[in-house]
């Protein structure tokens, strides 16, 4: 690229920063702008992982990261051997920024505060002389022959040889629409990431309690997750429950957010090799069918609310109970249908399932492959991970790509 060419970023988030960071390390002659339609930045930054930013997760293996990703877990795997999850500590680490992992993977600041990263990008972006135009709410971009012409509101035409359009997600198909006059797909954007509100509250009763490994099941679908669930006053919450919502983001705003789910509370136990087990139990000793709580490892609060679902008192004998009686216990704890109506967002944290069409771009370089010249990063790409700093992670891989500007 020959010097002094204009280089304008869309969009003042996690995805934007560092594109135009990198893009300024990589091509010092260019003119380098961000644009941004609020008088803020890095606002999801700011709030991520209630403040302590939820920079990446740790796992070294490509393959393995990009199955956190229900959307642009292909296109992704390729792009993390350009920049992966080591790439991201390293740069961190070589801006003064340390990241540190929990027991779990996910990585934050060592000052457990998202202002360490904030901090990190407004001096880069000081230090490297990049602009910064707030209030900037861009509107329409046109093809001009060699460049593009930029209509920002209430503003004169911005000139730019190259952009990145780094503008998040939404909701809404219309804050895509300045996108319209270049003619690029946008899939249908819809919530993703969010917990399952309970028709009937009486399971509400259990909140607070949480079992480690569950499987939850979209009824007549094939969308299921095993992962540990969490009782809330509202539902379900836990990561079987949110990766779940993120799997079946699209089918479930199909169907307004009312379906049925089933819940094995055993993990991996089938109704016929449970009752067996019990039977054993049964025929072995005199405890009371409470009890056998901890037999099976669930919690005495579960059981006891499932016993009384099933008709049965928790203080009776298992001799007591007949086999009939036994086996819907064990159908209630392996098949326990909840009607869900609604949903509740996750801490705060949401991302959009939908967006600028995969296919429609290069990861190789992450260029529009309909219009050369224009490059997509971060969340405005039909791209999003489940919780544990996949996002952030897709938004620094992307916007590194980006930002190299190639042209193939
Ligand atoms: C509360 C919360 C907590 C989160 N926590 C985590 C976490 O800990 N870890 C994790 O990995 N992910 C987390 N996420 C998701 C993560 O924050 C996002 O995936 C990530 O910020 C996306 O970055 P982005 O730069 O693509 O988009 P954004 O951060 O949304 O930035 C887009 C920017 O573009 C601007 N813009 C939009 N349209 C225009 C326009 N037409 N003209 C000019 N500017 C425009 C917007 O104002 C915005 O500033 C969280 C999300 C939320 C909401």
Same mark, same amino acid.
């Given at each position: 690229?020959?010097?002094?060419?204009?280089?304008?970023?869309?969009?003042?988030?996690?995805?934007?920063?560092?594109?135009?960071?990198?893009?300024?390390?990589?091509?010092?002659? $260019?003119?380098?702008?961000?644009?941004?339609?609020?008088?803020?930045?890095?606002?999801?930054?700011?709030?991520?992982?209630?403040?302590?930013? &939820?920079?990446?997760?740790?796992?070294?293996?490509?393959?393995?990261?990009?199955? &956190?990703?229900?959307?642009? !877990?292909?296109?992704?795997?390729?792009?993390?051997? *350009? %920049?992966?999850?080591?790439?991201?500590?390293?740069?961190?680490?070589?801006?003064?920024? !340390?990241?540190?992992?929990?027991?779990?993977? #996910?990585?934050?600041?060592?000052?457990?505060?998202?202002?360490?990263?904030?901090?990190?990008?407004?001096?880069?972006?000081?230090?490297?002389?990049?602009?910064?135009?707030?209030? $900037?709410?861009?509107?329409?971009?046109?093809?001009?022959?060699?460049?593009?012409?930029?209509?920002?509101?209430?503003?004169?035409?911005?000139?730019?040889?190259?952009?990145? *359009?780094?503008?998040?997600?939404? %909701? !809404?198909?219309?804050?895509?629409?300045? /996108?319209?006059?270049? #003619?690029?797909?946008?899939?249908?954007?819809?919530?993703?990431? @969010?917990?399952?509100?309970?028709?009937?509250?009486?399971?509400?009763?259990?909140?607070?309690?949480?079992?480690?490994?569950?499987?939850?099941?979209?009824?007549?679908?094939?969308?299921?997750?095993?992962?540990?669930?969490?009782?809330?006053?509202?539902?379900?919450?836990?990561?079987?429950?949110?990766?779940?919502?993120?799997?079946?983001?699209? @089918?479930?705003?199909?169907?307004?957010?009312?379906?049925?789910?089933?819940?094995?509370?055993?993990?991996?136990?089938?109704?016929?090799? /449970? %009752? !067996?087990?019990?039977?054993?139990?049964?025929?072995?000793?005199?405890?009371?069918?409470?009890?056998?709580?901890?037999?099976?490892?669930?919690?005495? #609060?579960?059981?006891?609310?499932?016993?009384?679902?099933?008709?049965?008192?928790?203080?009776?004998?298992? $001799?007591?109970?007949?086999?009939?009686?036994?086996?819907?216990?064990? #159908?209630?704890?392996?098949?326990?249908?909840?009607?869900?109506?609604?949903?509740?967002?996750?801490?705060?944290?949401?991302?959009?399932?939908?967006?600028?069409?995969?296919?429609?771009?290069?990861?190789?370089?992450?260029?529009?492959?309909?219009?050369?010249?224009?490059?997509?990063?971060?969340?405005?790409?039909?791209?999003?991970?489940?919780?544990?700093?996949? &996002? @952030?992670?897709?938004?620094?891989?992307?916007?590194?790509? $980006?930002?190299?500007?190639?042209?193939?």
């Amino acid at each position: 690229m020959s010097a002094n060419k204009n280089i304008v970023i869309i969009g003042a988030g996690a995805a934007g920063y560092f594109a135009a960071i990198n893009t300024k390390l990589n091509y010092p002659e $260019a003119q380098v702008t961000i644009l941004e339609k609020s008088n803020k930045t890095l606002q999801k930054v700011k709030i991520s992982g209630g403040g302590r930013c &939820n920079v990446t997760h740790y796992c070294l293996d490509n393959a393995l990261l990009s199955r &956190n990703y229900p959307r642009g !877990q292909k296109e992704l795997q390729q792009a993390f051997h *350009v %920049f992966s999850v080591k790439d991201t500590i390293a740069w961190f680490k070589q801006q003064g920024v !340390q990241l540190v992992k929990e027991h779990d993977n #996910r990585m934050f600041p060592s000052s457990n505060n998202s202002q360490s990263i904030i901090d990190c990008f407004e001096q880069n972006i000081k230090k490297l002389g990049i602009k910064l135009w707030l209030n $900037a709410e861009v509107q329409t971009i046109e093809k001009n022959s060699s460049h593009f012409d930029i209509q920002i509101k209430g503003k004169e035409k911005y000139y730019a040889d190259y952009v990145i *359009v780094t503008t998040g997600g939404y %909701f !809404q198909k219309e804050a895509y629409s300045f /996108l319209s006059c270049l #003619r690029i797909n946008i899939v249908n954007p819809v919530p993703s990431l @969010f917990t399952f509100n309970v028709a009937n509250k009486e399971v509400c009763q259990l909140m607070g309690v949480s079992v480690a490994e569950v499987e939850v099941k979209i009824s007549g679908t094939n969308y299921s997750h095993y992962g540990p669930i969490l009782i809330t006053h509202w539902g379900f919450s836990g990561p079987a429950v949110l990766v779940l919502s993120s799997k079946a983001a699209e @089918f479930l705003y199909d169907c307004k957010y009312d379906f049925d789910i089933i819940i094995n509370w055993t993990g991996k136990h089938h109704t016929d090799s /449970l %009752f !067996q087990q019990l039977l054993q139990i049964k025929n072995k000793s005199n405890i009371t069918i409470r009890s056998i709580y901890k037999e099976i490892q669930l919690p005495s #609060r579960l059981i006891d609310f499932l016993l009384t679902k099933s008709g049965i008192d928790p203080h009776k004998k298992m $001799a007591e109970i007949s086999n009939k009686l036994l086996n819907s216990f064990c #159908r209630i704890i392996c098949e326990n249908n909840y009607n869900i109506k609604g949903k509740t967002t996750f801490k705060e944290e949401f991302v959009t399932c939908g967006g600028v069409d995969l296919k429609e771009v290069n990861f190789k370089t992450m260029e529009s492959k309909k219009i050369k010249g224009i490059y997509f990063a971060g969340e405005v790409l039909n791209i999003d991970g489940v919780t544990g700093g996949f &996002n @952030f992670q897709a938004a620094w891989t992307t916007a590194y790509i $980006a930002a190299q500007l190639k042209e193939l």
